[in-house]
């Protein structure tokens, strides 16, 4: 049993549920961190037969060591089930009963793939929902990983949130306490160049939301969404239900400042007051970085309203740009190499754990 309230019920599974989970499409969220992917994680998951749960890392943490096995053992699974609870948002958020989640892992020993194993943690957070047609996942750091979900789900599809790059810039400011503007506004541009690139080889995969469009023509984003994934349209996905999950948080938390919260969005009904925050919240030498960095592309491919302007007195210099974007692509590699080790993301992991306790300010785990 895990440490944590069992705020969704782990039921046991049967054969017939095994083989119809592995029917289940399974799509990816792709979008810089405050980009909107929690939000649209939310919509999905108030759809009666969609699973979008919390944030967790646990496909990618696990993948180096499980996705490689062919034919799987009954000590294989078991490995599987204890090595989940390694990962903080899994075992402080997900709260599944480890002992009767192994116990219907273990129901698809005979036909168990990396891929599948995955597809049945995820179903067990189908709550009351009786048919589920669609399995969402979302991590602003799945964009670095775009080829290993392929290699694990084959079939799979991408939703590709963007939103304003001095929009974006001032909320990670604000959420995450993020000092280096350049850095910041490389990741922003980084992040989306890459999956712009993966577009024009499979634009099939691929699906765009711009997050100002979202907020603001939320009934349509979404009904084009559903036709794109195949799913029926729910009028429940634009309520914006506030989720279970965060729910039990706040609970267990007891008295919280939930100004302090990271996704105190999710709070709310969906509005615009997020939308141009940074023309009174970003300071001149903030909006001229992101700017210099994020200008050309942000106006050429999502078509946002943002230019460099000539006439001011800020200047960002070539020397701090050229190192902000090396710096990125270093901290670029370093992470993708870092997720390729099982034994590192363990040591990660725990190093994390040990450090910060298992309550972690919910910003943290991200």
């Given at each position: 049993m895990s440490e944590t309230p069992n705020t969704y019920p782990t039921k046991p599974l049967t054969a017939a549920d095994i083989e119809y989970i592995k029917?289940?499409?399974?799509i990816f969220i792709l979008g810089r961190e405050r980009s909107?992917?929690?939000?649209?994680?939310?919509?999905?998951?108030s759809h009666p037969n969609i699973i979008g749960p919390p944030e967790s890392k646990i496909i990618a943490v696990l993948a180096p060591k499980f996705a490689p096995i062919k034919r799987w053992t009954e000590a294989n699974i078991r490995e599987f089930a204890e090595l989940l609870y390694i990962e903080?948002?899994?075992?402080?958020?997900?709260?599944?009963d480890k002992e009767q989640l192994t116990k219907n892992l273990l129901l698809a020993k005979d036909s168990a793939t990396y891929e599948l194993l995955c597809k049945i943690v995820y179903y067990h957070l189908r709550k009351d929902?009786?048919?589920?047609?669609?399995?969402?996942?979302?991590?602003?750091?799945?964009?670095l990983h775009i080829n290993t979900l392929l290699d694990i789900f084959p079939d799979t599809k991408f939703v590709h949130i963007i939103r304003e790059p001095r929009d974006n810039i001032y909320s990670q400011m604000k959420a995450f306490n993020a000092k280096n503007t350049i850095f910041s506004a490389q990741k922003w541009l980084g992040f989306n160049q890459l999956v712009e690139r993966k577009k024009k080889k499979m634009p099939e995969k691929f699906y765009t939301i711009i997050y100002e469009n979202m907020v603001t023509e939320t009934e349509d984003i979404m009904k084009g969404l559903c036709a794109f994934?195949?799913?029926?349209?729910?009028?429940?996905?634009?309520?914006?239900?506030?989720?279970?999950?965060?729910?039990?948080?706040?609970?267990?938390k007891g008295n919280v400042d939930r100004k302090n919260m990271v996704h105190t969005g999710l709070l709310a009904p969906i509005n615009t007051s997020n939308v141009g925050k940074w023309k009174n919240k970003l300071s001149a030498y903030d909006q001229?970085?992101?700017?210099?960095?994020?200008?050309?592309?942000?106006?050429?491919?999502?078509?946002?309203?943002?230019?460099?302007?000539?006439?001011?007195?800020?200047?960002?210099?070539?020397?701090?740009?050229?190192?902000g974007k090396c710096l990125y692509y270093l901290w670029?590699?370093?992470?993708?190499?870092?997720?390729?080790?099982?034994?590192?993301n363990l040591m990660y992991s725990k190093r994390k754990q040990k450090k910060k306790g298992k309550d972690l300010p919910m910003w943290e785990y991200f």
């Open positions: 029917t289940i499409p399974m909107g992917t929690s939000l649209l994680q939310n919509l999905l998951d903080p948002m899994f075992t402080n958020f997900w709260h599944l929902k009786e048919k589920i047609i669609l399995i969402s996942d979302k991590n602003p750091s799945y964009i994934l195949k799913v029926p349209y729910s009028e429940a996905m634009i309520q914006n239900v506030f989720p279970e999950w965060l729910s039990a948080h706040l609970e267990r001229a970085a992101t700017e210099a960095i994020t200008a050309d592309f942000a106006k050429k491919t999502y078509g946002y309203d943002i230019s460099i302007d000539p006439n001011s007195k800020i200047k960002i210099s070539g020397f701090k740009i050229l190192k670029q590699a370093f992470t993708q190499a870092r997720y390729k080790s099982f034994a590192f």
